[in-house]
């Protein structure tokens, strides 16, 4: 066992929250690290912003004194206008950190209706603007900023440096189990070759730990090994969506017949319909965008 993968504590500092999305536990997580301040590592989905809220009240800890998003997708930060419009409430500001090349893809969330999980709200607040080597001071624990694109243009990876976790967000893909590994080429904006120099990037960090948004903390030697993994994974993916290129548009077929080539049958009925058609449509979608089709 080499992950973490359920809610609570994954170091001194650090608790994973699940948050439940589309009411399936273990496949999106928050992370909040508790120093002399509170951040959170990205923000969640609005639909969960409510649960959120109370998981983090549950856990002494709302309002954080401030949230560092990976990137802007909309599973990431869409929870943003509610839990600061609810901290202002209780008198305080949540200070809200990103990558400055985020920051207009925050204000305008627009291009996630790619996703088809709207209505999507614009990131209103302000936005304090992070780049490469970039610090977050957390009054006893330090997060340094790596910029990671290539699953997304404004993603960033975050570096505790006290306990040596990096939150990697989905810059590697989402490996919500030791058998599911879904991989990073998801619309609008894959780009495979600044993905794989993320991955050398990644490399060369001292750290012992990975945090995934999807889904929990890699120790041991996983944590290493994952980075290559991610690659293989990549690969196996996109031969399997090369060989099902006539079908992309046909969601029912590749749920049924693509899917269960690298999701064993037995994994994917656990999950809702919903889930099943977003992983199907998003990974076409990202593949039929790289391949301009």
């Not at 409510?50 to 401030?66: C, V, Y």
């Not at 206008?81 to 809200?96: D, N, T, W, Y």
């Not at 404004?154 to 599911?180: C, P, T, Y």
């Not at 890699?218 to 980075?227: F, N, R, V, Y």
Request: contains cysteine.
């Amino acid at each position: 066992m080499t992950a973490i993968r359920k809610e609570g504590k994954v170091n001194d500092d650090t608790t994973l929250i699940d948050i439940r999305m589309f009411g399936v536990p273990n496949i999106t997580a928050l992370y909040l690290i508790e120093s002399e301040k509170k951040c959170l590592i990205d923000a969640g989905t609005h639909t969960e912003a409510r649960k959120i809220l109370r998981q983090l009240k549950e856990l002494n800890a709302f309002p954080p004194d401030m949230i560092v998003l990976t990137h802007s997708h909309w599973d990431h930060c869409q929870a943003i206008p509610f839990l600061s419009q609810r901290a202002k409430k209780e008198g305080k500001e949540i200070e809200i950190y990103a990558s400055v090349e985020a920051i207009p893809n925050l204000r305008d969330q627009s291009y996630n209706e790619v996703f088809g999980t709207g209505p999507f709200n614009n990131i209103e607040v302000d936005i304090i603007p992070l780049k490469e080597g970039d610090t977050v001071d957390l009054d006893g624990i330090t997060l340094k900023i790596f910029e990671t694109p290539g699953h997304m243009t404004d993603h960033i990876a975050i570096l505790d440096e006290k306990n040596k976790n990096l939150f990697v967000g989905d810059a590697l893909g989402d490996k919500v189990s030791d058998i599911v590994f879904v991989p990073p080429f998801v619309p609008p904006n894959w780009d495979k070759d600044k993905y794989l120099n993320s991955v050398d990037k990644l490399k060369g960090i001292d750290y012992d730990t990975i945090s995934l948004s999807h889904f929990g903390l890699i120790h041991g030697d996983e944590a290493k090994s994952i980075l290559d993994e991610s690659i293989t994974n990549l690969n196996k993916w996109w031969r399997l969506f090369e060989e099902n290129i006539e079908n992309l548009d046909n969601i029912p077929y590749m749920i049924d017949k693509a899917l269960p080539e690298l999701i064993p049958k037995s994994e994917l009925e656990k999950y809702p319909q919903k889930l099943k058609e977003a992983i199907a449509y998003w990974l076409s979608e990202g593949f039929k965008i790289s391949k301009g089709i």
